[in-house]
C-alpha cells in the first residue's frame, strides 16, 4: 500500500513577500547546509525540510515558484537501512535531498548534517531515543503557573537543551492565574539565574509581543511541554491565525491534549515553529547531567578528588555548599537522581547491545 498525505494538511503554499529573505532562508536553510548540498544539487536533487511524520511517509515544504510548497516524500528501505545501522532516523525538523517527481511521492535521497537534536528517552523501561526535533536555534519550554509548575522537570528540560546545545526560554503560561506569581519567579530563578523567562496569558495577550521579540529571521524553535499548558494557543498567537485545534480549559485553567503529532510551521516574517505533543514525562538520552546544573559544576572545581559524585567522598566542596546554605539540598538530590537513571539507562543500552 502506497502512502499519501492523509486527512487535511495543515501545511499549505508560503508566498514569500518581493525583497524579504528567501523562501528556504526563511524556512532555516544555512550556508553551511548549502555547502553540505551543493553536490548533492549538481545531481539534480532538491532540498527539503520534513514538516510532519506519518506513518508510512512525510510532509515536507521545499522551495518552489518563489515560495515554499507542501510535497510528499517517503524514506527508500535502502536508505531507512543506512540511518538504522548509524543508529539514526529522521525527524521533524531535518533537513533532506528529495528526488524530484512530477507527481506523487518525492523519494529521499540523502539526509543533509544535523546542527542539533533535542531528544529524549521514550517513556517506559525500554531505552530508546527519540528526537523530538530537529535542527532548532531555541527551545520555547511552556510551563503553566499552576499545578504543572515543577522546577525539578525545569531541570531535566534544560540539561537535554544544554546537551543539544539548544538555547531554552521559559514561557510560564496562564500567568493571569496566578496570585504568586513572585514566588514562581524566584523558583525559576533558584534554578537558572540567567534563563530567559516570560509570563504569558493567552486571555490578555500580555507577553505575546515579548515571545515574537524573541524569534530572529529564519531562526528555529520548538515549542515543547506538559498537555494542557496552552502550547497550540501559544503557537495559533504566534502564527496570527488559528491553524491549530485547541482543548477546552477549566476554571482552574486546567488544559486538555489536544496536538497528537509534531508539526513545522512557518512563521509570519520568516523562522519555523515545530509544535509538539504534551509531554507526560521527560527522561534524558545519554546526557552530561552537569551541562544542566552549571551551578553544581562550578562548586565542583573545589571538591578534593576531580572524580568526586558529591555523596560520600571526602572535603566536597558541593556538599560543603548545601551545609552553608550555597546550595539548595532539593537541587543536589535531582542532580543525583538524574544522575542514577543515566547509568540505569546505559546499563540497559549495554545489555540491549549485548543481546543483538
Known amino acids: 500500500m502506497r502512502w499519501r498525505a492523509q486527512g487535511r494538511s495543515r501545511i499549505k503554499a508560503w508566498p514569500c513577500e518581493a525583497g524579504a529573505m528567501t523562501a528556504l532562508a526563511a524556512l532555516g536553510w544555512t550556508p553551511v547546509l548549502a555547502q553540505a548540498f551543493r553536490d548533492l544539487g549538481a545531481s539534480g536533487l532538491i532540498p527539503?525540510?520534513?514538516?510532519?511524520?506519518?506513518r508510512r511517509g512525510y510532509d515536507a515544504l521545499c522551495e518552489m515558484k518563489g515560495g515554499l510548497r507542501p510535497v510528499a516524500a517517503v524514506l527508500p528501505g535502502r536508505l531507512r537501512r543506512d540511518l538504522a545501522a548509524q543508529g539514526e532516523s529522521l525527524a521533524v525538523g531535518d533537513w533532506v535531498a528529495l528526488r524530484p517527481a512530477d507527481k506523487g511521492l518525492h523519494p529521499i535521497?540523502?539526509?543533509?548534517?544535523?546542527?542539533?537534536?533535542?531528544?529524549?528517552?521514550?517513556?517506559?523501561?525500554?531505552?530508546?531515543?527519540?528526537?523530538?526535533?530537529?535542527?532548532?536555534?531555541?527551545?520555547?519550554?511552556?510551563?503553566?503557573?499552576?499545578?504543572?509548575?515543577n522546577p525539578r522537570r525545569l531541570e531535566r528540560y534544560l540539561t537535554a537543551c544544554a546537551n543539544a546545545d539548544v538555547a531554552p526560554i521559559l514561557l510560564l503560561t496562564k500567568a493571569d492565574l496566578a496570585d504568586d506569581l513572585d514566588v514562581r519567579l524566584t523558583a525559576v530563578r533558584a534554578v537558572a539565574p540567567e534563563l530567559p523567562c516570560v509570563p504569558l496569558s493567552l486571555i490578555s495577550g500580555a507577553g505575546i509581543a515579548e515571545v515574537r521579540a524573541l524569534i530572529g529571521p529564519g531562526e528555529s524553535l520548538a515549542l515543547v511541554g506538559s498537555s494542557g499548558v496552552g502550547?497550540?494557543?501559544?503557537?495559533?498567537?504566534?502564527?496570527?491565525?488559528?491553524?491549530?485545534?485547541?482543548?477546552?480549559?477549566s476554571d482552574q485553567g486546567k488544559g486538555r491534549h489536544t496536538t497528537t503529532r509534531r508539526e513545522l510551521l512557518p512563521l509570519p516574517g520568516g523562522g519555523v515553529l515545530i509544535d509538539t505533543p504534551g509531554m507526560r514525562e521527560f527522561h534524558l538520552w545519554e546526557a552530561e547531567v552537569s551541562e544542566g546544573f552549571p551551578d553544581i559544576e562550578t562548586l565542583a572545581t573545589d571538591c578534593r578528588f576531580r572524580d568526586c559524585r558529591h555523596q560520600s567522598e571526602p572535603e566536597c566542596a558541593v556538599r560543603a555548599a548545601v551545609t552553608l546554605g550555597a546550595l539548595d539540598p532539593a537541587r543536589l538530590a535531582a542532580f543525583h537522581k538524574l544522575r542514577e537513571e543515566q547509568d540505569q539507562a546505559e546499563k540497559l543500552r549495554r545489555e540491549r547491545g549485548s543481546k543483538s
Open 231 to 249: 502550547k497550540s494557543s501559544l503557537a495559533n498567537a504566534l502564527l496570527g491565525e488559528a491553524k491549530l485545534s485547541v482543548g477546552a480549559t
Open 109 to 149: 535521497a540523502a539526509l543533509l548534517p544535523r546542527r542539533s537534536a533535542f531528544v529524549r528517552k521514550t517513556a517506559g523501561d525500554r531505552a530508546v531515543r527519540q528526537i523530538v526535533a530537529a535542527n532548532l536555534d531555541k527551545i520555547f519550554i511552556a510551563m503553566a503557573v499552576s499545578e504543572d509548575f
Open 48 to 54: 527539503a525540510r520534513l514538516a510532519v511524520e506519518h
